[in-house]
């Protein structure tokens, strides 16, 4: 039974995704039960930018202090766009105000459920004129998931940069799109309350491929929450009257992307990929020597590059579970780690909490991700960890029908909650054990910083560093078991 129901939704997944690839994609079904995914209309579709092609794109994270042994888990993802200074300021103003919300919600919520706060992001535009960011945020309260989406402008010319309704040419123009809107809303046939939107809801817009104008709305925010999302498409021809010289730009930006795309794109044949491995592997028996496993989370981020300087520099490797998200926007740094001998893995797509999602979901989230990551470094990830370390039946399902083991740790850095490498390296050296991993995060310099001690220490204490399935030896790792050292290789339940 479990597995029908496993199928059953990638199917609607397949479906909802129809005519997006790797890079550009439809929004995605954004419910909790597999009973609530809505299989958009064509027009309401948006493809959104490969972010590998935007030289110089980086991404951020706010959160860092709430995870694993919080009260709440948060994870904050958002972009840093290239020359876009003022962009990059609204970007991380939008995250900042999100998490301020979550947390002021959630002062005096029961620790059971965790809340959780989630915010991802997908690039609506890019070109020499404009830049699109769509921004979106799903969160839990103990009583339900909801999503909301807000998408930011900036016209690259003039460094300014706008929320949706930029795209109108002043209030007379949202006031005319408004009445549009409604009118659309009033012919679904679906009970909504068009007759109440105003022009302030107008926050989530962007064009699809044939230049109309996507209105996309949070849920429950027109109409019933069982609605799932809901976007309308209003037709080119009567949204170009309406249009600023900002929505001008991003419309052409959108058709000449959707044009190019269509006459470059080539055929292709998937081919099987071997399974990922340190290019190092097997040089290390761990039978024989004392072996501890550095493994990093969330990256590739800023602090990245630094990281991977330093463990070339200590001849050290590490095993690191990438966001999907992440690992598109910088390949090189994905490469970069294969190269160097270390171990890339699957952290899912965007870190939403698993346990608590349907398993149509959990496929979605690691198989993109290995799709990435398979694309990228031409190799099959056979590793993934589970976002706060929350580990279930459904996961452990998921992870076994698509051949992945799972790693938990024994050590944690603490670098989330702690700003000070000695403080951070004292506690992994007094906490690691022979077959130990050890869980850090390279998303922030701190740990960069700590990293040169942790090595030194523990290969003076006689310590081997080496990827996760070299501490499992001839033995492997078999997909779909919770490997956590110190306890049994089973399924586990979430940290509580």
Request: charged fraction near 20%.
């Amino acid at each position: 039974m479990r597995k029908k129901r496993f199928f059953g939704g990638i199917a609607l997944l397949v479906l909802s995704a129809a005519g997006g690839g790797l890079a550009t994609a439809s929004p995605e079904p954004e419910h909790e039960h597999e009973h609530d995914v809505m299989v958009p209309a064509e027009p309401t579709m948006i493809d959104f930018v490969d972010p590998a092609t935007v030289d110089g794109l980086g991404t951020r994270n706010l959160g860092g202090d709430e995870g694993e042994n919080a009260g709440r888990y948060v994870h904050i993802a958002y972009p840093q766009l290239p020359h876009a200074p003022h962009l990059n300021v609204a970007l991380r103003g939008e995250a900042e105000r999100v998490l301020h919300g979550f947390r002021e919600a959630t002062r005096f919520d029961a620790p059971r459920p965790r809340p959780e706060l989630n915010m991802d992001w997908q690039l609506t535009a890019a070109s020499g004129e404009i830049f699109g960011v769509r921004l979106r945020t799903g969160q839990s309260l103990g009583n339900g998931w909801s999503n909301s989406t807000r998408t930011l402008w900036y016209d690259r010319k003039t460094g300014q940069a706008t929320g949706s309704t930029g795209l109108l040419a002043g209030p007379s123009a949202v006031r005319d799109l408004t009445r549009l809107v409604r009118s659309q809303l009033a012919k679904r046939g679906t009970p909504t309350t068009a007759h109440e939107l105003t022009g302030d809801q107008l926050d989530s817009m962007a064009f699809n491929n044939g230049g109309d104008l996507v209105v996309e709305f949070d849920d429950c925010q027109v109409g019933p929450c069982s609605l799932g999302r809901l976007a309308v498409a209003v037709p080119a021809r009567q949204v170009e009257p309406l249009l600023s010289p900002i929505g001008r730009a991003a419309q052409h930006a959108v058709r000449t992307a959707a044009e190019q795309t269509s006459a470059t794109v080539p055929k292709t044949v998937p081919t099987p990929s071997p399974e990922a491995a340190s290019n190092q592997a097997g040089s290390v028996d761990c039978a024989e020597t004392r072996c501890v496993a550095l493994t990093f989370n969330d990256g590739p981020g800023p602090a990245t590059p630094r990281l991977l300087d330093t463990l070339l520099k200590e001849r050290a490797r590490a095993t690191f579970f990438t966001i999907g998200i992440n690992a598109a926007a910088r390949p090189d740094l994905v490469r970069r780690m294969s190269a160097e001998g270390h171990l890339v893995a699957n952290h899912t797509w965007a870190h939403r909490d698993l346990s608590q999602l349907p398993t149509s979901k959990i496929a979605d989230s690691l198989g993109r991700t290995q799709d990435t990551i398979t694309a990228t470094i031409g190799e099959r990830p056979t590793l993934m960890r589970a976002p706060y370390g929350a580990v279930n039946e459904d996961v452990t399902d998921v992870a076994g029908e698509m051949g992945l083991a799972i790693v938990g740790w024994d050590v944690d850095a603490g670098d989330g909650r702690v700003d000070d490498a000695k403080t951070i390296t004292d506690r992994v050296i007094r906490r690691a054990r022979a077959g130990s991993i050890v869980l850090m995060h390279n998303v922030n310099k701190t740990i960069v910083d700590a990293v040169p001690g942790i090595v030194k220490r523990l290969r003076g204490k006689g310590y081997t560093l080496v990827t996760v399935p070299e501490l499992y030896g001839t033995a492997g790792m078999q997909a779909g078991r919770l490997y956590r050292p110190g306890s049994e290789s089973t399924p586990e339940r979430p940290q509580t």
